[in-house]
């Protein structure tokens, strides 16, 4: 009961820390995790007409990749701006929210 307070007092900008885990680990544990079990599973039983599983799942990989590196350095500069105060990036970046 008292972890979640001890962690509330040490981290005071705890919405920067959740979107940068959740940018890691959403993209590794809900496509590309998934997408590579796959994979191996139907990989001597057949991957379908013109190996469309193969098709999809690399496309899952590169989709989640991408996922996890976007969301990274977007969770890294949120980070480093909230340290920094307000600049024209950030600015602009929440312009439209």
Do not use: R
């Not at 959740?18 to 680990?25: M, Q, V």
């Not at 996922?67 to 990274?72: E, H, L, N, P, Q």
């Not at 980070?79 to 307000?86: D, L, T, V, W, Y």
């Amino acid at each position: 009961m008292l972890f979640p307070v001890a962690v509330a007092m040490l981290v005071p900008k705890l919405e920067i820390i959740i979107s940068l885990i959740g940018a890691l680990f959403f993209s590794i544990l809900g496509l590309f995790i998934p997408a590579v079990v796959e994979m191996i599973t139907y990989w001597e039983k057949g991957l379908g007409f013109l190996k469309w599983v193969l098709w999809k799942d690399v496309l899952l990989v590169l989709l989640s990749l991408f996922a996890m590196i976007s969301g990274t350095y977007i969770s890294i500069m949120e980070a480093i701006a909230s340290e920094n105060g307000p600049s024209p990036t950030t600015d602009a970046t929440h312009q439209f929210s």
